[in-house]
């Protein structure tokens, strides 16, 4: 289960990225957040806790106010909402795995498995993606590769105390 945090991870990624390629920053970051109305309900689902009715009313409100922004005027929804949606998905099931899996694992080992198989997959992808390679990371011009070094070590900082502070 540990390399499948990662998997979600890239999922997370890739999903919000290429969702704000195709919607508007704000629609992107409300969908995004759908994560905490998401939880409870993919935790029922997983792990049989039921949610509490404040989660309903949450929920409610949380799809009037995606209906409200999202839709558009024939009442339809744009390639960039549903792949937010999707990374909103991702960021649920993270969430809940967390919650299941860290009470019986080293924090340390999850995060290091984490970022490892997302480093992986995204090395693997981009090239196909973004057309350029990873070994111009250390040429003289610029190369989105080259600034993918410092960014990918943030996240690796934030996971771990995620991880840490939930295990104990």
């Not at 969908?31 to 409610?60: D, E, H, M, Q, S």
């Not at 693997?124 to 590769?145: F, I, K, N, Q």
Request: aromatic share 14%.
């Amino acid at each position: 289960m540990r390399r499948g945090f990662g998997l979600l991870a890239v999922c997370q990624l890739f999903f919000q990225t290429y969702g704000l390629k195709y919607t508007t920053a704000s629609k992107n970051a409300f969908i995004t957040t759908l994560y905490v109305i998401l939880v409870p309900f993919i935790n029922w689902g997983i792990n049989r806790l039921r949610p509490g009715k404040n989660n309903l009313f949450a929920a409610v409100a949380a799809v009037i106010g995606l209906a409200l922004i999202t839709l558009e005027g024939d009442l339809g929804v744009n390639r960039g909402d549903v792949l937010t949606l999707i990374c909103s998905i991702s960021f649920s099931l993270h969430m809940v795995f967390i919650a299941r899996y860290t009470k019986d694992h080293d924090p340390t080992l999850m995060t290091f498995f984490q970022m490892a198989v997302s480093a992986a997959l995204c090395w693997l992808v981009a090239p196909v993606l973004e057309g350029d390679s990873p070994s111009r990371c250390w040429e003289t011009r610029p190369s989105p590769w080259a600034f993918s070094i410092w960014p990918s070590s943030v996240p690796c900082w934030g996971s771990f105390s995620r991880l840490w502070g939930r295990n104990t």
